[in-house]
């Protein structure tokens, strides 16, 4: 497929652990459609090894009140559709961030080449200008922009 005229490839896109979290366990508003994109192919989500295990990690939190059955069953239902990255060591260099916890997302934005990073939070949106780094959308604004065309 790839320099087929004319043929549109999907855009490469890292969604932070609450979106993917958001679209897997509360399967209402715009995370619903973040969750169908990826798995009708609009979109292809990128993931490294540190973002599968922040997700593993945090669907273990026990506000979630999920077995293990239904943590593998969570992964099973996002791990097939992502195309892994591997994040060099060192990491490649990315806009200074607030928060170090968001510094493998943006890792994987300029590892994977993402055309997008989706986040709700706040310091990962407050880079949304930021050079060296891809477009970051709110999920509102990432499923107007690349689900609802």
């Known amino acids: 497929m790839a320099g087929t005229p004319g043929v549109k490839r999907p855009p490469r896109v ?52 999920l077995s293990t059955a239904e943590q593998e069953e969570l992964l099973a239902d996002y791990l097939p559709w992502v195309q892994v990255v591997h994040v060099p060591d060192p990491p490649p260099g990315v806009p200074r961030c607030r928060d170090p916890f968001d510094l493998p997302f943006l890792h994987l934005a300029v590892a994977g080449k993402a055309h997008v990073l989706v986040s709700g939070d706040r310091d990962l949106l407050a880079l949304a200008h930021a050079p060296g780094i891809c477009l970051i959308l709110g999920v509102e604004a990432f499923r107007r922009r690349h689900l609802d065309e």
């Open 14 to 65: 890292v969604l932070d652990t609450n979106v993917v979290l958001s679209a897997l366990i509360f399967c209402g508003g715009p995370a619903a459609g973040v969750r169908a994109g990826w798995q009708s192919g609009r979109f292809v989500p990128l993931a490294s090894q540190s973002t599968v295990a922040e997700l593993a990690r945090v669907l273990r939190y026990p506000k979630f009140g």
